[in-house]
């Protein structure tokens, strides 16, 4: 009796592992076609930002959620973003924070309301594509 209720219980084990086998190899495929267009989506995205800076080298700031007091975001997707827009920008050089006469901005139109009244009539803000902006610093009257 005993022996019979071990192998059931093997069998059971046999088949939990097969099945979230299963699952992963389910999931795991075309990961690599979900990455890479991602990385496209992003691409043209600082496609777009790339052709409204008027400059080609240089210091460009870096604006996100982590910049926005009470803002939800994940921090590796903020970091993930950080880097790839540096990628994309290259030859630019994009540093965190408004550090720069240009900065790029990462941010839903709510978290970019927020974050402009912090900064009224400091930039000018240009509308590229979805949730990326452009900043322009405004000379000081």
């Known amino acids: 009796m005993l022996a019979n209720i071990k192998k059931s219980l093997v069998v059971l084990l046999l088949l939990i592992n097969v099945f979230f086998v299963g699952q992963d190899w389910v999931a ?19 496609a777009l ?3 409204s800076l008027p400059i080609k080298r240089g210091v460009v700031g870096y604006i996100s959620e982590q910049d ?7 921090l590796w997707d903020i970091e993930t973003e950080f880097f790839l827009t540096q990628y994309a920008l290259a030859p630019l050089i994009v540093k965190k ?10 941010l839903s139109n709510k978290d ?7 900064y009224t009539g400091q930039y000018k803000i240009i509308d590229v594509e979805g949730k990326v902006h452009v900043l322009h610093r405004l000379e000081a009257p």
């Open 49 to 51: 930002v790339r052709d």
């Open 112 to 118: 970019l309301a927020i974050w402009a009244k912090t």
């Open 28 to 46: 795991s495929t075309n990961i690599a076609d979900r990455g890479a267009n991602a990385l496209d989506c992003w691409e043209a995205q600082m």
């Open 68 to 74: 926005v007091p009470g803002a939800e975001y994940g």
């Open 97 to 106: 924070g408004i550090v720069a006469e240009w900065n790029v901005v990462v």
